[in-house]
């Protein structure tokens, strides 16, 4: 393709590199260096997209990470699809796809057009007004059709397939942006030895400068100088530049965090790279030199493809060497439009004129431009503009003593804008940093500062590249000075610099019926200068209401383009000056940063680690099913060939009722309690005594919070007059022992214990069943396992199967029951010697399932299960946990409190149902009157249900009110369609007087 | 009031929409009001509606710090669903929820309320176990509320990511379909309207700085920026800053407040047709009539007024999102912002009267006020008006923290095991 | 992210390695049973919550795991000074003058 916008040898492309890529499906060549808009632009393509709302045909408009219009879809294959890239930064690659957006069924023609043509009737706010009646119709008709509406680009459909990365990055300076005040700020704090940072987003460092060659700092082209600059950076060792990089969000403390990207500019994707990388940077000073954002005019047809920023043309022209037309015009209210004009002129391009809507412009720009042969018009304004896919004439009027005169038309394929420029500080505003307006720049610059930064150049409304050079100089040094370094601050001799003023502007008188005009301030949004005014006569005096009514500044552009003209022409509504009515707030980040990168290595299996005990790998390769309980992956059931669960579980439960089941119990949360005062510390914080518990025993202990409600429990064993070995539940480890900790710590300080977290120590085997000890005995050495001399709540230090062991002889079964310590790392072993001997005595491996229904069948409450935070020991049936003699403990004093006391609490019993084959879902509610109307009075639920193996029918646990007083009482489960019964019992159903543990 | 409709909407397009009317005028304070209300958000604005059209009180003003709607109102995700567990939060946002389907008829401003469904995702057997409750208790409360299959989740809401393999993997959840959406500032500015209307004062931009009382200790009126206020009864409606007003009362709230985050993307065409929770890991996500996506994420664990807040928490909200949602991956995050919410002991809001005579208060709605903005604005009304509060709100006194009767939702879905 | 000083490591430190704890300088009753339903719900419930300066409590939970005091601004997050579990309430006048 020919290509006949570029400029043969011009800018900083690669000419000896074409670059292909398609655009709706048109295959476009481009050059290297490009990005997907030069290269359109290059070809002669404007339009590259449609607005949001009234699907108005839009061309670039910018040429930076602020464009609002030129928003395409990129794609490089499966699953590598985005929306709403913008063209203006997305460099071309060999392959990439483009898409326009929000138009059917082609870009040069949309139906959704139509909305252009109804948008006197769809002002700013009017679905507030509307779609009301008839009221069916809102839910059926009117919000599918508004929802139908929503959107620019196309959602992904597929699986990312590509990875993101995170790193930390600590530094002295960090400077954000790589124009010439960044540069200087880069090259002052790196001399000085300070540890720095330079970012820029942008995939070449050098910002202004790209765009004004002619400049000549120190004797050198702008080019050289950059050029030399980089390479003196780029030789210490002190110095990081980062290119592709924006800065997204200020935190707090000079936390910056950047966004890399890595790979989108890449023509083949490198094996294995992260696509984008998130640092997180904590710097000592921070250094913002992001320079400025140049102004829209508000006019009527301001938003034609081929109408753009004039700052954009410029940089069109030289970085990229392409003309955005053959024959432009231009209107502005600043300087700077002018020296973009001659630069175009001299490149060859016809500037049809110049216009300037000051009356008065320096003299030296006019006596220019009449030397290049453009008209001049100052103290004109333009009125409208026509061309449908492109603009084709610009009308231009006169204006004197506030009266618009008669209209002429000039011919144009481009109409390059410029309304001013406003300092870009978006990251100081992130940190609360407050804004000053002020006059004479016209622009809110920094005032009050929060954090440890400065800001230079531009984004303090110094103008030129001589004062962005000797600021950037300035800030660097002063941020150096802070870790003690010191630094010179240069001072440069700059030629050829083009510094300016303007003046600003609201939209542009009119000698037409203002009412009609589309003059746009918020392009993608479609936000006109009369719908702000609009939104001021209905009311709407905060500029905060002026932006939600009329989503003025919502745009994907955050507002970097329409946010002071709205305020401008709002003020005007308003008879009030822009600082009284003040500037809506920037929120991070500084352009849109992808999911991915947020969520960096947070993806798929490391998105939460998954806890594996020692036995882990023999239930998986014994094909036991798992679940997660907390941040462990728990052996469920283990099925046999042709098992359900049903049947799994209870061929489990009869193993361990009969012969003997082995349980991985290696979860449960550990604390070793040790010192002088562990008993007391333990007095004081469970419900029960430890005083008098002796070394060798344990004991059931139960935690409360200090609001009385249980937070835990467990067995503890007293191993020695100073040690205790504290279980807990699997997902309370944490919890526990930082509740310990902070008791420990801050309220009784003068006890001497320690604690220490062992949950990862031990790896845990329960043996639990009839068979239970003639398993063990032999693996255990040298102890009398006896129920004389090894009773039941007995603890031991001993060696089993050759390890090391705490032993156990607990039950949360019912059954005769061990729980086997050892060391963790020896726990596989254990498990299979445990196996291994327990061939000859029935053993079965059992799950979460079936330790589940064997604890219920005893009435044994699981924490969070049975009880929910509102359950106190006596709701629980754990009045017993409690001891009388003690004065406190934590939580004691709440549960003496009116309405714990009060009658009627939930109190947990058991639930038999009338048909012993009906299981009851767990959560199920429980009502005393079937009969009541809806809705009904619930005096409670099910917590736990199980089929009982055992028992061959069902059983249940429930909170119900004044539980306890209705023993042999039939409630009433109300199902969907039918409504159960099931008796009120006492929650312990197998072996209630506990014989079996006495063997 | 200018009635809004298509036909006014036309009428006003033909004369270039120069006629018309400011929806509330700019009032400045008046020497005295029947009642004082302190916050000019959703609940206050509507609880000042509710005195005027339910109650005939009209000579009543909102006050606000800065503009109307400018704190949670206009900063929350505007997820509205009542499948609350117990009957008392179940009765409370379910009231809530009847005002809502009328609301736009009742205000004449269309608050788009969208009933989408809201979705909450279980993702293992506890999850299973508390949604079954609430489920149940719905059913029997008259709250809608079903059981959804991981397959039939999916159908509902294609985009979510139901592989068994997934780090929490979807087992399944409950779906609310009366439950959804609304617009936010609408809902301000609707009431704000309805209640200009009928006489109800909006006063911006003016701090109160302390609620006199006098000698008898009952409340004598509002000292603010622009002056003192007499008012017999004063409505404190201020969300996050109730602390620090109830402080100048001489009351020590039971109130923390912490910076909550929110985040929307870039605008997609439409994909996600309801609102998606999954509280085990932290998502909440529904898409905007602007084609956003919205996504909740959680407070910092610090207290805080500063409207920051962190990074980190954003990283770990997205994440969670990309895990139930992996094709939004490559979406970005367009903007995020914080809002400050004031947290109760047991995280149900307290809607009473206070102990002082003629003081009233409205707060500790935590992450999820926006939801029951009618229904709290229609029963603080009540509460003003009678001096007693609607048997809805009695259970949510302030006495509740003495006597140790909570109504702790967050604690009933707790996980341990 | 805030960055914390430990006044125990003498280190500052991101937030990551600390978990909030809360209202500082509310010390458990010596006998909870004493006091009245209202005095114990002041202590469990009661929290000043103020704008500006505040008083709460951190632990270095990542890092050398000891509770501590700090004094933070609400309105800036910014940390005025940290301090040693058990050290009696600093007088924020004397804070002031010490940052002047």
Known sequence: ?999 | MTHYSAFSLLKNALSGHKNWREHWPDAQPKAEYDVVIVGAGGHGLGAAYYLAKEHGITNVAVIDKGWLGGGNTGRNTTIIRSNYLYDESARLYDHALDLWEDLSQDLNYNVMYSKRGVLMLAHNVHDVQSFQRHIHSNRLNGVDNRWLSAAEAKAFCPPLNIAPDARYPVVGAALQKRAGTARHDAVAWGYARGAAARGVDIIQNCPVIAIRRGPDGAVIGVDTAKGFIKAKKVAVSAAGNTSVVMQSAGLRMPLESYPLQALVSEPIKPIFPCVVMSNTVHAYISQSDKGELVIGSGTDQYVSYSQRGGLPLIEHTVAAICEVFPIFSRMRMLRKWGGIVDVTPDRSPILGKMPVKGLYVNCGWGTGGFKATPGAAHLLAWTVARDEPHPINAPFTLERFTTGRLIDEAAAAAVAH | MLLIHCPYCDETLPEPEFAYAGEAHIARPADPMALSDEEWRDFLFIRSNPRGNHFERWRHVNGCGRFFNAVRDTVSDKFAMTYRAGEPRPNLDALKEAAE
Request: charged share 20%; aromatic share 8%; proline share 5%.
């Open chain 1, 1 to 999: 393709m020919s290509q006949p916008f570029r400029i043969a040898g011009h800018g900083r492309v690669d000419h000896a590199q074409p670059v292909r890529f398609t655009f709706d499906g048109r295959t476009v060549e481009g050059r290297r260096g490009d990005t997907v808009a030069s290269a359109l632009l290059a070809n002669g393509i404007h339009l590259m997209g449609r607005s949001f709302k009234y699907h108005r045909p839009r061309g670039v408009v910018s040429a930076g990470s602020e464009e609002p219009n030129a928003l395409i879809g990129t794609s490089r294959g499966p699953g590598r699809f985005e929306p709403n890239t913008r063209a203006t930064m997305q460099e071309v690659r060999q392959g990439l796809t483009a898409e326009s957006q929000n138009k059917w069924p082609s870009l040069s023609f949309d139906v959704g057009a139509i909305n252009d043509r109804l948008g006197r009737f769809i002002p700013a706010g009017f679905y507030y007004k509307t779609f009301k009646w008839p009221r069916s119709f809102w839910d059926k008709v009117y919000e599918p059709f508004i929802r139908q509406a929503a959107g620019l680009g196309k959602s992904p459909t597929e699986a990312d397939p590509d990875h993101y990365a995170s790193r930390h990055l600590h530094c002295d300076v960090l400077i954000v942006g790589g124009g010439p005040a960044g540069l200087a700020a880069a090259l002052a704090a790196g001399q000085s030895g300070a540890e720095t940072v330079l970012v820029d987003e942008q995939a070449e460092i050098g910002g202004t400068l790209l765009s004004e060659p002619g400049v000549r700092i120190e004797g050198q082209g702008a080019w050289d100088w950059l050029a030399a600059a980089l390479a003196e950076l780029r030789t210490m060792p002190n110095v990081r530049l980062m290119s592709r990089t924006t800065a997204i969000g200020y935190y707090h403390q000079n936390m910056v965090g950047l966004c890399e990207r890595l790979t989108d500019h890449l023509d083949v994707l490198p094996e294995g790279a992260p696509r984008e990388r998130l640092w997180r940077v904590r710097a000592g000073q921070v250094v913002l030199a992001q320079g400025a954002i140049e102004k829209p005019l508000v006019f009527d047809g301001n938003d034609r493809p081929g109408v753009m920023l004039a700052g954009a043309a410029q940089t069109f022209l030289h970085r990229f060497g392409v003309k955005v037309g053959n024959r432009v015009a231009v209107v502005t209210s600043h300087d700077s439009a002018w020296h973009g004009a001659f630069d175009l002129a001299h490149a060859g391009v016809k500037v049809a004129a110049i216009v300037d809507v000051r009356a008065e412009v320096p003299r030296v720009l006019t006596a220019r431009a009449e030397a290049l042969g453009i008209e001049v018009l100052t103290g004109h304004t333009v009125t409208g503009t026509t061309g449908r896919l492109r603009v084709a004439t610009v009308r231009v009027n006169p204006v004197q003593g506030g009266r618009v005169g008669a209209g002429r038309t000039i011919a144009c394929d481009a109409l390059l804008m410029c309304g001013g420029w406003t300092p870009s500080l978006h990251l100081f505003s992130h940190t609360k940093g407050s804004l000053a307006w002020d006059a004479e720049a016209g622009a809110f610059l920094p005032d009050r500062k929060t954090e440890e930064c400065e800001i230079a150049g531009a984004g303090r409304g110094l103008w030129g590249v001589a004062a962005a050079l000797e600021d950037g100089a300035r800030a660097g040094a002063a941020a150096a000075k802070a870790p003690g370094r010191v630094a010179g601050v240069g001072t440069f001799a700059v030629e050829g610099d083009r510094t300016g003023s303007g003046v600003v502007a609201k939209e542009l008188p009119t000698d037409r019926d203002a009412g009609l005009a589309k003059a746009f301030i918020d392009f993608q949004n479609d936000v006109t200068a009369k719908d702000i005014r609009l939104a001021v006569r209905e009311g709407m005096r905060s500029i905060e209401h002026v932006k939600r009514y009329t989503t003025n500044g919502m745009a994907t552009d955050q507002g970097k383009l329409s946010n002071i003209n709205g305020l401008m022409i709002a003020a005007d509504a308003l008879g009030k000056e822009a600082p009284a009515v003040g500037l809506t707030t920037f929120r991070p980040p500084y352009t849109p940063t992808t999911f991915g990168a947020l969520a960096n290595l947070r993806k798929g299996r490391h998105f939460e680690v998954t806890r594996r005990t020692a036995i882990d790998a023999w239930a998986e390769a014994t094909g036991a099913v798992f679940e997660p309980v907390s941040l462990w992956r728990r052996a469920w059931y283990f099925p046999q060939a042709g098992e359900d669960m049903h049947k799994a579980v209870a061929r489990e439960c009869r193993a361990v009722r009969t012969a003997v089941g082995m349980f991985d119990a290696s979860t449960l949360g550990k604390i070793e309690v040790m010192g002088p005062d562990a008993a007391t510390f333990l007095e004081r914080m469970y419900t029960n005594p430890w005083a008098k518990l002796q070394p060798g025993r344990c004991r059931y202990g139960l935690l409360l919070g200090e609001d009385g409600f249980i937070r835990d429990d467990g067995v503890i064993g007293r191993l020695a007059a100073d040690k205790f070995h504290v279980t807990t539940t699997t997902g309370g480890a944490a919890r526990v022992l930082n509740m310990m900790e902070d008791y420990l710590q801050t309220e009784w300080p003068d006890l001497d214990v320690w604690l220490t977290s062992t949950t990862e120590q031990w790896a845990v085997v329960a043996l639990q069943g009839p068979n239970a000890r003639k398993l063990l005995e032999p693996l255990v050495e040298g102890l009398d396992l006896s129920d004389d001399a090894f009773p039941h709540m007995a603890v031991v230090e001993c060696t089993v199967a050759g390890f090391p062991a705490r032993l156990f002889r607990v039950s949360f079964t019912g059954e005769l029951g061990f729980e086997v310590n050892v060391p963790a790392r020896h726990g596989r072993a254990l498990w299979e010697a445990l196996w291994q001997a327990g061939q000859a005595h029935g053993v079965v491996p059992y799950g979460t399932e079936t330790m589940h229904v064997l604890r219920a069948e005893k009435g044994f409450i699981i924490v969070g299960q049975d009880t929910d935070g509102t359950v106190t020991p006596q709701d629980a049936g754990l009045g017993w946990a409690i001891g009388k003699a003690k004065t406190d403990f934590v939580g004691k004093r709440s549960l003496a409190r009116p309405d714990i006391v009060a009658k009627g609490r939930k109190q947990l019993v058991g639930l038999l149902t009338e048909d012993p084959a009906v299981v009851l879902e767990e959560g199920a509610q429980i009502v005393a009157d079937p009969n009541q109307p809806i809705p009904m009075t619930m005096i409670g639920h099910v917590t736990s249900s199980y089929w009982s193996e055992a028992l061959g029918r069902s059983i249940a646990m429930a909170l119900v009110e004044g539980g306890r007083d209705r023993m042999g009482e039939v409630l009433h489960i109300p199902m969907p369609g039918r409504t159960l019964r099931a008796k009120v019992t006492v929650p312990n159903f197998v072996d209630p007087d506990g014989q079996k543990l006495k063997v």
